[in-house]
């Protein structure tokens, strides 16, 4: 994906986010009903709460999703049987 930025980078893309929205891509996914998403334009980091909507990604939540995507992960490898 190509992009061109200016001098003014943050400021303008800030701007178009204010003014039509972000527009969020997930970066990461944790769990079948739990992402990570990240605004293509300004970079906001955002990932879906308890109640299902968005909220503000900090390192507490880093930390949960992390945790949450092992015991995920330990849970369906456990559950799948290994064809040999």
């Known amino acids: 994906m190509n ?5 003014h980078g943050k400021k303008f ?7 039509f929205g972000h ?5 990461k996914k944790v769990t079948q009903h739990i992402k990570e998403y990240k605004c293509s334009h300004c970079q906001k ?4 709460d308890v109640s299902g ?5 900090t390192p507490q939540m880093q ?4 945790t949450l995507e092992d015991m995920y ?4 490898n456990r ?3 290994q064809v040999a």
């Open 3 to 7: 992009r061109s930025t200016t001098h």
């Open 13 to 19: 893309s800030s701007f178009f986010c204010n003014l």
């Open 23 to 27: 527009h969020y891509i997930v970066s």
């Open 45 to 48: 980091q955002v990932t879906t």
């Open 53 to 57: 909507k968005l909220s503000e990604l």
């Open 63 to 66: 930390e949960i999703n992390s």
């Open 73 to 76: 992960r330990k849970r369906h």
């Open 79 to 81: 559950q799948v049987p």
